[in-house]
């Protein structure tokens, strides 16, 4: 499968020698579960928006510090790209901003939460069950960094984890798009050092909270494993269209 990864942000410079950039997160979360994938970058935060939905087999979103309600013009230019995808039934996947991303393109709304940043780890109900959730368990929890979040889903979507500070978690809209607001690429090590990092941001409160949350196992290897089964799964209802 040859992925295309929409580079919505780069790791600040003072972490990056320790914990790399974010295509580099990516391709060793997913090569990890299958190593045969093939990784294609574009830096939308750059300009770098692709001219073709074609270009690759499926697409991912990284995650970004810039929000989809800032107003920035390769943030509206990458929107009108992700309604190409849905237009031409390419699969696309949205982390953290790129799932904000796909709510906003598609008619749903995205708010800063009033409950403020959400940070560490979140701990999150299963509330749906999908065929490519193999293997299915209860809960989805996962590295977070965010203080925007989907408060309404595009029309017809499907809501499948949430919880009381994140209703709207997971969520499948189709059969070609996939939303998820926690991190899989993150790993604790880093989430530590970027909460460290914003901490003047985030509140010492919340980082104190989001540091202790860290000791919880983490479900990284489970959500690669699922993203990559929707992949599959719709790019074989793609063929047999």
């Given at each position: 499968?040859?992925?295309?990864?929409?580079?919505?942000?780069?790791?600040?410079?003072?972490?990056?020698?320790?914990?790399?950039?974010?295509?580099?997160?990516?391709?060793?979360?997913?090569?990890?579960?299958?190593?045969?994938?093939?990784?294609?970058?574009?830096?939308?935060?750059?300009?770098?928006?692709?001219?073709?939905?074609?270009?690759?087999?499926?697409?991912?979103?990284?995650?970004?510090?810039?929000?989809?309600?800032?107003?920035?013009?390769?943030?509206?230019?990458?929107?009108a790209f992700v309604r190409r995808l849905w237009a031409t039934g390419k699969p696309l996947v949205g982390i953290c901003f790129g799932h904000q991303l796909i709510a906003r393109a598609l008619g749903g709304e995205v708010v800063k939460s009033a409950r403020g940043w959400g940070v560490g780890m979140s701990f999150n109900r299963v509330t749906g069950r999908a065929e490519w959730m193999e293997p299915w368990q209860e809960g989805l929890d996962l590295v977070v960094?965010?203080?925007?979040?989907?408060?309404?889903?595009?029309?017809?979507?499907?809501?499948?984890?949430?919880?009381?500070?994140?209703p709207v978690y997971l969520m499948q809209v189709g059969e070609t798009f996939l939303g998820v607001q926690g991190h899989p690429e993150f790993a604790k090590p880093?989430?530590?050092?970027?909460?460290?990092?914003?901490?003047?941001?985030?509140?010492?409160?919340?980082?104190?909270?989001g540091m202790a949350s860290l000791h919880a196992p983490v479900d990284d290897a489970l959500m690669a494993r699922w993203i990559l089964a929707f992949l599959r799964r719709a790019l074989d209802a793609r063929g047999r269209s």
């Open positions: 499968m040859r992925i295309g990864l929409l580079q919505c942000d780069d790791v600040a410079p003072e972490l990056r020698e320790r914990h790399g950039n974010y295509p580099a997160m990516f391709e060793r979360l997913f090569t990890s579960v299958d190593p045969t994938l093939e990784f294609r970058v574009w830096r939308c935060l750059d300009g770098e928006i692709p001219d073709a939905p074609e270009a690759v087999d499926a697409w991912l979103t990284t995650g970004s510090r810039f929000g989809v309600n800032d107003g920035l013009a390769w943030v509206a230019d990458l929107e960094s965010h203080q925007d979040q989907v408060a309404t889903p595009p029309e017809g979507a499907r809501v499948l984890a949430g919880s009381d500070f994140c880093y989430s530590a050092d970027l909460m460290a990092l914003r901490r003047d941001q985030v509140g010492a409160q919340r980082v104190r909270e």
